[in-house]
């Protein structure tokens, strides 16, 4: 592959709106909140694909893929419970863009940049400019990896690792494939969702050459984010053995009903992907407003085990510093017909 070629991918990834004056002007939203909002993404910035607006309702604010890039003015507020590092990662940086938080696998950030900003997201002020080394700083993180032999599964997540070019990805991959302990790769991706061309054939084919075990988790919140043409987008995926994985956050006024739900993990399925978390809001600060009780949480996911087989029901967790896994939520603790 050249370096030099511009993939499709790659020039949405240019085009994407960040000024919120023009999502307002694109989407006929109501001018009189545009001033907060316009505070709000100075705080964290707006990002969002072009063809992913195709996605949403003009003028509706209440649109449930609107609301997760909408800049508002309640993320302005500074509120009890809710910090700008909710899950304590400065603790587990042993070295700067590696994160070692549970036995057997270690989570690396090759990159702080992401195709869309999520206005919930956990690392909204997590200090990538301190742990965005480039290839230079690629030496302190595979000697973190071969030193320690417990370590068998490398996650690359951050940032989102699939807007690196393929080569970047190839040569930190070739990389890792000399550190004879590990057996597993898992890529943590958001674009496969927003924007699906990012899966090319030569992204696939490289996938598949590699030695190890792979896994892909999309992030979906939301069936109306599974564009049609996802299912011929993944088969090439799961033929190449790759397997296919969904986690979720559980978002206030996006996702908080049963039926949607339900309809998420069927329509996953259905595009060859297995629902596999389901997070509750890690409580990062200016996130409140998509928050919803444990006890919510519980509820719904009880009434999704009572609509679906037990292979579509996403695991219901949370995630607390200083744990060694993330915490299951039993839906049974809290809630029974």
């Not at 370590?151 to 690792?161: A, H, K, M, W």
Request: proline share 8%.
């Amino acid at each position: 592959m050249h370096t030099d070629k511009m993939y499709p991918w790659q020039t949405a990834m240019i085009q994407a709106i960040t000024d919120p004056a023009e999502l307002w002007d694109l989407l006929e939203l109501p001018p009189a909140i545009l001033d907060e909002a316009k505070k709000a993404a100075r705080l964290f910035p707006l990002k969002v694909p072009r063809r992913f607006l195709e996605r949403m309702e003009k003028g509706n604010l209440n649109d449930p893929l609107l609301r997760q890039i909408l800049p508002i003015g309640e993320e302005l507020a500074i509120l009890p419970g809710y910090d700008a590092d909710p899950l304590q990662e400065n603790q587990v940086n042993p070295v700067p863009g590696l994160l070692h938080k549970y036995h057997g696998r270690a989570l690396v950030t090759l990159t702080g940049t992401c195709g869309i900003h999520c206005r919930y997201c956990f690392r909204r002020y997590f200090p990538y400019a301190d742990n965005i080394t480039g290839s230079k700083g690629w030496g302190r993180i595979l000697d973190y990896l071969a030193s320690d032999p417990s370590i068998v599964e490398v996650i690359l997540s951050g940032g989102d690792p699939l807007v690196l070019p393929d080569n970047t990805l190839k040569q930190f991959i070739a990389a890792l494939e000399t550190i004879p302990q590990l057996k597993r790769l898992r890529i943590h991706s958001r674009l496969p969702i927003v924007l699906p061309e990012r899966i090319t054939l030569e992204w696939v084919n490289m996938m598949a050459a590699t030695r190890f075990q792979t896994i892909l988790v999309t992030h979906c919140n939301h069936p109306n984010e599974l564009a049609l043409e996802l299912a011929r987008v993944f088969m090439p995926l799961r033929h190449a053995g790759i397997m296919l994985l969904n986690q979720s956050v559980l978002l206030k006024q996006v996702n908080d009903t049963v039926e949607t739900l339900v309809k998420l993990s069927e329509q996953l399925f259905a595009v060859g992907i297995q629902p596999y978390y389901l997070h509750v809001l890690d409580k990062v600060q200016g996130a409140a407003q998509f928050d919803l009780t444990r006890q919510t949480a519980s509820q719904l996911h009880w009434e999704m085990t009572k609509k679906l087989p037990g292979y579509l029901v996403p695991k219901l967790v949370c995630e607390q510093p200083g744990m060694p896994a993330k915490l299951p939520i039993v839906s049974s603790d809290f809630y029974t017909d």
